[in-house]
């Protein structure tokens, strides 16, 4: 499985950015792609998530009516359209995909491949 993220860049607060993710590889009708984020100096976090069944969405609680997951299961690709932007969502936002259902908000060590990450950085 390779995962090519794109479209993180700088933008100014109160904009918006939209980060695609595009997987190749093995696919199973039960798995999982999500977005997890690193900021400098904290711990990786979980963003969001989305079941390539049946586009039930998950999100970190305080994303919620910002950020929106999306898929396009016949381009094998998932989107972070991301609103609203502050300095605070400045980092580094990693591509994942988890091979099985999730249930809600997934784990770093549950993601089974990892893509290379896209930055993003907002500007005050």
């Known amino acids: 499985v390779q995962l090519q993220a794109s479209g993180g860049g700088l933008v100014q607060a109160g904009g918006s950015l939209r980060l695609s993710c595009a997987r190749s590889g093995r696919t199973f009708s039960n798995d999982a792609m999500g977005w997890f984020r690193q900021a400098p100096g904290k711990e990786r976090e979980f963003v969001a998530a989305?079941?390539?069944?049946?586009?039930?969405?998950y999100y970190l609680d305080s994303l919620k009516g910002r950020f929106t997951i999306s898929r396009d299961n016949a381009k094998n690709t998932v989107y972070l359209q991301m609103n609203s932007l502050n300095p605070e969502d400045t980092a580094v936002y990693y591509c994942?995909?988890?091979?099985?259902?999730?249930?809600?908000?997934?784990?770093?060590?549950?993601?089974?491949?990892w893509g290379k990450g896209t930055q993003v950085t907002v500007s005050s």
């Open positions: 994942a995909v988890r091979y099985g259902t999730i249930y809600g908000p997934v784990e770093d060590y549950d993601i089974d491949y």
């Open positions: 989305i079941r390539k069944s049946d586009g039930t969405t």
